[in-house]
């Protein structure tokens, strides 16, 4: 079953881009959290995304927000991703797509592609905002959006 807004997110563990355990208790409830699903690092579309973020990511700071990107790619594939393009903000290795299954994204493209979806909580670990499109211009954008709504 999807999450959908109003929806508590999952508590999960998985490995970050250094080989650190990010556990989503240590933000998730603590603080708003945009988490965006993507389907494969250097992809151009997903390139194209995360940059985005990257290029905002003062602004979700400013907002008291964290940037989490999740795909099904390993922690040494996010490392040079995250190295090429100076990415600010935690990448998450979900090779057995776990974590995808949780939070309910289904592939795209005729079951081909890993969805891309993003989600925005708020500090009290809610979805409040959810968008689901493989156009990767739009995500950044709306997400944050959703987090003024919430200021």
Same mark, same amino acid.
């Given at each position: 079953?999807?999450?959908? @807004?109003?929806?508590?997110? /999952?508590?999960?563990?998985? @490995?970050?881009?250094?080989? *650190?355990?990010?556990?989503?208790?240590?933000?998730?409830?603590?603080? /708003?959290?945009?988490?965006?699903?993507?389907?494969k690092d250097?992809? /151009?579309?997903?390139?194209?995304? %995360?940059? *985005? $973020?990257?290029?905002?990511?003062?602004?979700?700071?400013?907002?008291?927000?964290?940037?989490?990107?999740?795909? *099904?790619?390993?922690? !040494?594939?996010?490392?040079?991703?995250? #190295?090429?393009?100076?990415?600010?903000? &935690?990448l998450l290795?979900?090779?057995?797509?776990? &974590?995808? !299954? @949780?939070?309910?994204? @289904? !592939?795209?493209?005729?079951?081909?592609?890993?969805?891309?979806?993003? $989600?925005?909580?708020?500090?009290?670990?809610?979805?409040?905002?959810? $968008? *689901?499109?493989?156009?990767?211009?739009?995500? !950044?954008?709306? %997400?944050?959006k959703a987090? #003024?709504?919430?200021?």
């Amino acid at each position: 079953m999807a999450l959908e @807004k109003g929806d508590q997110i /999952p508590e999960f563990e998985l @490995k970050d881009q250094h080989g *650190n355990t990010f556990n989503s208790d240590e933000i998730i409830g603590q603080k /708003p959290a945009v988490i965006y699903f993507y389907p494969k690092d250097f992809t /151009p579309g997903c390139t194209k995304e %995360a940059c *985005n $973020f990257r290029d905002s990511y003062e602004d979700f700071q400013e907002l008291g927000a964290e940037v989490i990107g999740i795909s *099904n790619d390993s922690e !040494k594939s996010h490392a040079k991703f995250s #190295k090429k393009y100076k990415l600010p903000f &935690v990448l998450l290795a979900d090779e057995k797509g776990k &974590v995808r !299954k @949780k939070f309910g994204i @289904k !592939k795209s493209l005729l079951g081909l592609v890993p969805g891309r979806e993003t $989600f925005v909580i708020d500090d009290k670990g809610e979805v409040v905002f959810k $968008f *689901n499109s493989l156009d990767a211009s739009k995500h !950044k954008q709306k %997400a944050l959006k959703a987090l #003024k709504k919430l200021q």
